[in-house]
């Protein structure tokens, strides 16, 4: 049976002071150190890391709000420094309005001025067995109890999602997750495979989970997403508001279901992430128009791994582009739009790269084996062919979009 713990810490502060002092940050590291992680042998799961601030009633209440944000998100910011997953931390402030005593003496007051921190976790014992080094198999041992229940849902890309039954029930109408796990999907999101710096990611799935009113769960929602040799190696990233950021990877297990593996994780309340691991440097390949052509756009798009690559901003119209792109399992596929002397619009929705007319002197990739990788276990799967260069012309477009202002 699920056990419900939690465990608190309470910081203090000087007046009109949120700064932690030396005091202050060794009283967190302590507390950080006590904070279960997860364990595979007996499901201890976080759940939520709730932190209010408060003042004494020195100067006036608007101050002290103010005064009691910034304490709460000071240490947020600490907890989150230290890897503690941001998802699941929220923080409140309330000024003078929740004392915890008089604000008559000096000693009363200074047991106000403080940030009160709780930490929520379960903990549940599993029948496990280990199958090789790397995989751990769980086995999920049902009470009679209807509600100690789970429901599985599979998404339309073979996400699944383990739920508690009731929960699930009463909120199947106001939840919704999202999954981006092939090329497709992808595309159509207007979603790419790459950082902030422009580097190339690979991914093994983009998921959204939201719930109406942006509450958070009972239970937590086990998200497994299929293992395939196009995303091995994967990493958890969470959205936040300062971008995304690599998560504790301890969130992240490997299991076997029915002989399958799946990457697994939980949530409990509403956020996104990420299944992906950045590429080093790659090298570049230069795309040439001909004639009159001139590029406003450029994508590659490959199935395994699977990565959908943008050209650098264009802010004028170019003759030749550089993407970053090492060679893929598969055939890539290029997404262009250009422009001619007309004004014409010019779009190549991604055709195979293999139809474009590359330089076939000096430079491709090398005929190197993925490691690991094998067809039917024997035939070991080869790197596709990228050149450096490739030449685009007119006839390579799909689609013309006229200008009308020519025409008139």
């Known amino acids: 049976m699920t056990q419900e713990k939690s465990m608190e810490l309470t910081i203090y502060f000087e007046t009109n002071e949120y700064a932690l002092n030396s005091q202050n940050q060794k009283s967190l590291d302590s507390f950080i150190k006590r904070i279960p992680g997860s364990d595979y042998f007996q499901?201890?799961?976080?759940?939520?890391?709730?932190?209010?601030?408060?003042?004494?009633?020195?100067a006036d209440s608007i101050y002290n709000i103010q005064l009691s944000e910034k304490r709460s998100e000071t240490i947020k910011q600490y907890l989150i420094s230290k890897k503690l997953p941001e998802f699941i931390i929220s923080a409140r402030y309330y000024g003078e309005n929740?004392?915890?005593?008089?604000?008559?003496?000096?000693?009363?007051?200074?047991?106000?001025?403080?940030?009160?921190i709780t930490v929520n976790y379960s903990f549940?014992?599993?029948?496990?067995?280990?199958?090789?080094?790397?995989?751990?198999?769980?086995?999920?041992?049902?009470?009679?109890?209807?509600?100690?229940?789970?429901?599985?849902?599979?998404?339309?890309?073979?996400?699944?999602?383990?739920?508690?039954?009731?929960?699930?029930?009463?909120?199947?109408?106001?939840?919704?997750?999202?999954?981006?796990?092939?090329?497709?999907?992808?595309?159509?999101s207007g979603f790419t495979t790459m950082d902030s710096d422009g580097n190339t990611l690979r991914t093994g799935g983009m998921f959204s989970f939201n719930v109406k009113g942006d509450t958070c769960l009972n239970h937590p929602i086990v998200i497994?997403?299929?293992?395939?040799?196009?995303?091995?190696?994967?990493?958890?990233?969470?959205?936040?508001?300062g971008g995304w950021i690599l998560s504790n990877q301890k969130l992240l297990r490997i299991v076997r279901e029915n002989g399958k593996r799946f990457y697994e994780f939980e949530l409990i309340c509403p956020m996104k992430m990420n299944l992906d691991v950045k590429i080093k440097k790659s090298p570049k390949r230069k795309f040439k128009t001909k004639e009159d052509l001139e590029i406003v756009s450029l994508?590659?798009?490959?199935?395994?791994?699977i990565k959908i690559v943008y050209s650098p901003t264009i802010l004028k119209p170019k003759k030749k582009v550089k993407i970053r792109m090492k060679c893929p399992l598969e055939t890539p596929y290029i997404y262009a739009k250009a422009i001619n002397s007309k004004g014409d619009t010019l779009i190549m929705d991604y055709q195979?790269?293999?139809?474009?007319?590359?330089?076939?002197?000096?430079?491709?990739?090398?005929?190197?084996r993925y490691t690991n990788h094998t067809l039917i276990g024997l035939f070991?799967?080869?790197?596709?062919?990228?050149?450096?260069?490739?030449?685009?012309?007119?006839?390579?477009?799909?689609?013309?979009?006229?200008?009308?202002?020519?025409?008139?």
């Open 124 to 188: 549940q014992e599993l029948n496990i067995r280990h199958e090789g080094e790397a995989d751990v198999v769980r086995e999920i041992n049902y009470e009679t109890d209807s509600c100690s229940k789970d429901t599985v849902v599979v998404l339309q890309q073979g996400t699944r999602l383990v739920m508690n039954i009731c929960e699930y029930l009463k909120l199947k109408d106001i939840i919704s997750f999202k999954e981006y796990v092939s090329t497709n999907a992808i595309r159509e």
């Open 224 to 241: 497994r997403v299929p293992i395939t040799r196009c995303n091995e190696g994967m990493k958890f990233y969470a959205f936040s508001a």
């Open 43 to 58: 499901k201890i799961r976080l759940r939520k890391i709730s932190i209010t601030g408060h003042t004494d009633n020195v």
């Open 352 to 368: 195979p790269l293999t139809e474009i007319l590359p330089r076939y002197a000096f430079g491709k990739c090398k005929t190197s």
């Open 98 to 116: 929740k004392p915890i005593t008089k604000n008559v003496s000096d000693n009363e007051r200074a047991q106000n001025r403080r940030v009160q």
């Open 299 to 305: 994508k590659i798009s490959t199935e395994c791994p």
């Open 380 to 408: 070991p799967i080869r790197e596709k062919t990228l050149y450096k260069v490739y030449f685009l012309y007119p006839e390579d477009f799909n689609r013309i979009i006229k200008n009308e202002k020519a025409i008139n």
